[in-house]
């Protein structure tokens, strides 16, 4: 993990992510296909920033700065930004076009160590980002993870693939229901924000963005031990057009558990289908285990 202050290693070239404008280019680059990159547009940055409503007094990490199209505007308007950038060229590059209140950390977010990132910074800190489809769930866990029921983090921004968005978002009976909005669920409330159409960025994806925010918190239900319930809920999904009776038998068995038994000690009906369950219904289910 490197750290870059603003304003520092002048001269220095740069490509990839989080552009403005420029046909999706800035300093002779493009953007990199390996890290998913497309740019947002100035038009669509300004209603992001209305959304986000940053105040003087708070502390904001950014997940993939890229070119600096929403931390050079948000910079001003805040105490502090920390921003995350794992293309080595545009953390190279984007200190020379910052204020000094930004940080810039070259590195994974994934494998970040946070606690060195906000040691010296006060809690709570808002989180913003653009996050690349093939990495926004294992971004999303560890935010939900790494939040301490809003301790750390307060709220998280973000601008995920609309389909994601809408898995994220998704309530039971619902087609998009499934272990990521359950998962998010336990943590977190979450409310839309905007939606995207592919021109709003450079070069414009072949999809629809959306974004959200995740606004932390306690758990909404006592699901007894987190592992176990994550590992459920992932189990039951896996095999969503089955009863539940048959979509648990296996993870019951590998907790070496009895389906019908946790059914039962749970009150809950082996006829539905997974995505009949609520949030309630899976905690029990869960606490059965133990």
């Known amino acids: 993990m490197t750290k ?15 552009g403005e404008g420029e046909g999706g280019q800035a300093a002779g680059g493009r953007a990199k296909k390996r890290f998913g990159q497309h740019f947002l547009e100035p ?5 992001l920033l209305d959304a986000i409503a940053p105040r003087p007094d ?5 997940i993939g700065p890229g070119r600096g199209a929403l931390t050079r505007p948000l910079a001003p308007r805040v105490a502090r930004l920390l921003a995350v950038e794992i293309d080595r060229d545009l953390a190279a590059t984007l200190p020379t076009r910052v204020p000094e209140n930004v940080t810039v950390v070259q590195g994974d977010f994934l494998h970040v160590d946070l606690a060195a990132l906000l040691a010296n910074v006060p809690p709570p800190v808002r989180v ?12 999303l866990f560890r935010l939900l993870h790494g939040a301490a029921h809003g301790a750390l983090f307060s709220d998280a921004t973000l601008m995920l693939q609309k389909e994601v968005a809408d898995r994220v978002a998704a309530g039971p009976g619902s087609d ?6 359950i998962q998010v669920a336990l943590l977190a409330d979450v409310e839309r924000v905007l939606t995207l159409p592919p021109g709003a960025f450079r070069p414009p994806p072949k999809v629809t963005s959306a974004v959200v925010r995740l606004r932390f918190r306690s758990p909404a239900a006592d699901v007894g031990d987190l592992a176990t319930f994550e590992r459920i809920v992932r189990g039951v999904f896996q095999q969503r057009r089955k009863t539940l009776a048959n979509a648990l038998k296996p993870v019951a068995d590998a907790l070496g558990r009895s389906a019908p038994r946790l059914l039962a000690d749970a009150a809950i009906d082996g006829g539905k289908r997974p995505e009949q369950l609520t949030l309630v219904e899976l905690a029990r289910l869960s606490r059965a285990v133990l």
């Open 58 to 62: 708070e502390t904001f990490l950014e």
């Open 176 to 181: 998009d229901y499934g272990a990521l909005g």
């Open 4 to 18: 870059i202050r603003g304003r520092q290693e002048k001269g220095r070239g740069g490509r990839g992510r989080g």
């Open 43 to 47: 038009a669509w940055v300004t209603k």
């Open 128 to 139: 913003i980002g653009n996050l690349p489809y093939n990495v926004a769930s294992p971004i």
